[in-house]
């Protein structure tokens, strides 16, 4: 099994190129099926979860050409099944984008149900609500999502929380009902906006994407599209937190500023400068952290998605900080591994008390989910001596080349597969 071994104790220095947004990129990916021409998409991250979701394409008959690392064109001319049942599909969240956009453009779509980082309760109610408002059947039978509709009807829907994925799902539903939508109470997440953009640059007739009130009109059909994904605002803000607990000086290049806006807040209240450019942000860290608070929220607030790389910069910290996760309530257990390398923090539901410790010092730690992993292998960058990362399959689902791009800011650290591998990693470093 692959592994990351690290020696801590770098500050990382440098410049970083940050790829495309995987949660923007997933549902534009899905969306391409909603029309017969054929969709060219670029600044497609090349991690795992993109790609389990493009096979998953291929084998429901999307003609797929990989024209570049991160460029794919697809054409969903020629679909050949509306059930999506491939073992890989379970284990994304994403993999029921393809209901919204199935039912959307064929009224019929069977899924397995989504899999994802075990990270809480994660309910599908608000989706199938967002369905059925529209006139489609929805049922759950022998672990698929199978929706069907003799024809979509827009509708008024209120969404009784504020639902990325749900949003997202009926939105693409919408697109190709009959008459106007209008979700209320809609998630605002860049990735959002970015999907609604797609769409629109295929012909579809969406407005209020980023406000918590999209208005849908419904379109007869789609066309085909040339469109590049956002830039990937977690990666960017992990890169930028990465500079914040080893003392470090990182340029994230390829960002969207505004969409860092919480993050920067936070990195500048913990003790960090924090420079900005159009495209580009700049963090340094010279001194021990300070202590915040951390509620997460729905975009525009603090992301979940970045809760434990926050978490394990306040770990470092002089003084006492708490951070709370009111999105996810499972999204903790990265805490038994950072108290390994000597944290302090104790969890009371869905609260993290962090009292911080002076320095971390290296161990073998696994990774309990995406995020979590990557915030432990920043932890082990800032810790002292050697740390193992074991289940980095978590992290490649959605952190394209992560050791290189450590690598080139100075880290040290390599994939491993055994032992022996570990040996080799601590007589070169040293
Ligand atoms: C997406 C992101 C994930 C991020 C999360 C919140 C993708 C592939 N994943 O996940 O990285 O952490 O947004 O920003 O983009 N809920 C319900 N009923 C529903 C749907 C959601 O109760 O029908 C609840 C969930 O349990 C959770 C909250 O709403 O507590 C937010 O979930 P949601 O925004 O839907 O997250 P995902 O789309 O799964």
């Not at 106007?180 to 109470?185: A, C, F, K, L, R």
Request: hydrophobic share 40%; proline share 3%.
């Amino acid at each position: 099994m692959d592994q990351y071994a690290i020696k801590g104790g770098n500050p990382l220095v440098g410049e970083v190129e940050i790829g495309g947004a995987k949660n923007a990129a997933l549902p534009i990916l899905a969306a391409s099926v909603m029309t017969d021409e054929t969709v060219y998409i670029d600044n497609m991250p090349d991690v795992r979860d993109t790609n389990v979701l493009l096979k998953a394409m291929a084998n429901i008959g999307v003609m797929q050409k990989r024209t570049g690392r991160h460029s794919v064109t697809l054409n969903a001319g020629n679909i050949n099944s509306l059930v999506v049942e491939d073992d890989n599909i379970k284990k994304i969240r994403a993999s029921y984008y393809l209901i919204g956009a199935m039912l959307g453009k064929y009224k019929h779509a069977e899924v397995a149900l989504p899999g994802g980082c075990d990270i809480g309760c994660r309910a599908i109610d608000q989706h199938i609500k967002g369905f059925r408002a529209l006139g489609a059947e929805v049922i759950i039978e022998y672990g698929l999502i199978k929706t069907k509709a003799e024809k979509l009807v827009g509708s008024h829907i209120y969404m009784d929380c504020v639902s990325v994925g749900a949003t997202i799902n009926v939105m693409m539903a919408a697109t190709l009902a009959e008459g106007t939508t209008i979700i209320e109470n809609a998630a605002k997440e860049p990735h959002v906006v970015d999907l609604a953009n797609f769409l629109n640059s295929m012909g579809a007739n969406i407005k209020g994407a980023g406000t918590d009130v999209i208005r849908i009109k419904g379109v007869e059909k789609l066309h085909g599209t040339e469109y590049t994904v956002i830039p990937d605002q977690i990666e960017a803000g992990t890169f930028m937190f990465a500079a914040a607990v080893t003392k470090g000086d990182i340029v994230v290049k390829n960002v969207i500023p505004k969409h860092l806006e919480s993050i920067v807040a936070k990195l500048i209240e913990i003790g960090c400068e924090v420079e900005e450019a159009d495209d580009w942000m700049r963090v340094v860290a010279t001194k021990r952290l300070k202590t915040t608070h951390v509620k997460t929220l729905p975009y525009p607030g603090f992301p979940t998605d970045m809760q434990p790389q926050i978490a394990v910069a306040l770990g470092l910290s002089q003084g006492t900080s708490i951070v709370t996760d009111t999105i996810f309530e499972n999204r903790f257990k990265y805490v038994d591994e950072l108290i390994r390398m000597g944290a302090n923090i104790k969890v009371e539901g869905t609260t993290a008390i962090i009292d911080g410790v002076e320095k971390y010092t290296g161990a073998t730690i696994s990774a309990p989910d995406l995020r979590a992993g990557a915030a432990l292998v920043l932890g082990a960058l800032s810790a002292e001596g050697y740390s193992v990362i074991e289940d980095i399959h978590y992290i490649e689902r959605g952190y394209e080349d992560f050791p290189q791009k450590l690598q080139s800011l100075g880290a040290q650290i390599e994939l491993i597969e055994s032992e022996r591998d570990l040996q080799k990693f601590k007589l070169k470093i040293g």
